[in-house]
């Protein structure tokens, strides 16, 4: 019997023992379960702007982990090797444990967790379960995702999370399909955490791709309908993955488009300039 996957828009229709295209979540059984559920490939103390965030605890560290698996097909990704599932070294990691390190770290200035480095969403349940345990702890929760989520599962998660960064990959439906996303879903959960938490934004600039100053005014003329207080990031691109025939993205480009955001935003960052 096929069961489907109900988190993101993808939808997968996953007969018995299949995995959907996320490559961390399966049918076994007649469920859908998370294959990534307490299974780490990262874990590290971070400074808090790595996420990144800037408004949100300036100067602190947090614990952030990551686990495997990624609903987009980005083919600039970054952790290419972790987003593409269970064939990553992995350790055991239960929620009770995760929690424990954090308090533990509290002393080197640790403010809480961060599910990260992979596409988190992609193992709902294990952020949801130790979102629940990190709050109960007295400390905070920081996710940062491609808000690829439907908008019932998100609905439930925000109320346990303190801070947000939201990559908003360009402002093209097109191009957004090319991803193996979809933009609409994506400004759902950048408007629905913006009502939650703190939020910003991030936004990779790619050379030939999304480096228009027609597609970041549009960008950032939707971000700020939702709250012109939104910061957002406008980060450099460099060869990775499937791209390393592209070149980096000219310093110039980011810094023009920064300028372009700032039309409509208060605060926009560039990054890896």
């Not at 295209?21 to 559920?37: E, T």
């Not at 533990?104 to 961060?114: C, D, K, P, S």
């Not at 998660?157 to 994506?186: H, M, Q």
Request: hydrophobic letters at 35%.
């Amino acid at each position: 019997m096929r069961e489907t996957c109900e988190l993101c828009f993808h939808h997968c229709s996953l007969a018995e023992g299949q995995t959907g295209l996320c490559r961390a979540r399966a049918n076994r059984g007649g469920r859908i379960l998370p294959l990534n559920y307490g299974r780490l490939t990262a874990l590290a103390l971070d400074p808090i702007e790595k996420k990144p965030l800037r408004r949100f605890h300036p100067g602190s560290l947090i614990l952030s982990a990551g686990s495997f698996g990624c609903n987009l097909g980005c083919p600039f990704c970054q952790n290419a090797e972790i987003a593409a599932g269970a064939e990553t070294p992995t350790r055991d990691c239960a929620p009770e444990e995760l929690v424990q390190q954090a308090l533990r770290l509290r002393g080197q200035g640790n403010i809480g967790v961060a599910y990260t480095y992979n596409e988190p969403l992609v193992g709902y349940e294990y952020v949801r379960d130790c979102a629940g345990l990190v709050r109960q702890a007295g400390m905070l929760n920081v996710l940062v995702t491609n808000g690829t989520i439907e908008e019932k599962p998100w609905r439930e998660l925000l109320p346990l999370l303190d801070a947000v960064n939201i990559d908003l990959k360009g402002f093209s439906p097109d191009w957004y399909r090319r991803l193996g996303g979809e933009l609409e879903t994506v400004k759902r959960s950048i408007a629905l955490a913006a009502a939650n938490c703190h939020l910003e934004v991030t936004t990779l600039v790619v050379p030939g791709e999304n480096d228009s100053e027609e597609e970041m005014r549009a960008l950032s003329a939707w971000l700020a309908s939702v709250s012109p207080d939104i910061p957002l990031h406008v980060s450099r691109f460099f060869p990775r993955y499937r791209m390393q025939d592209r070149p980096p993205t000219p310093v110039q480009t980011v810094y023009r488009l920064a300028q372009v955001a700032r039309e409509n935003l208060r605060v926009v960052y560039t990054g890896n300039c």
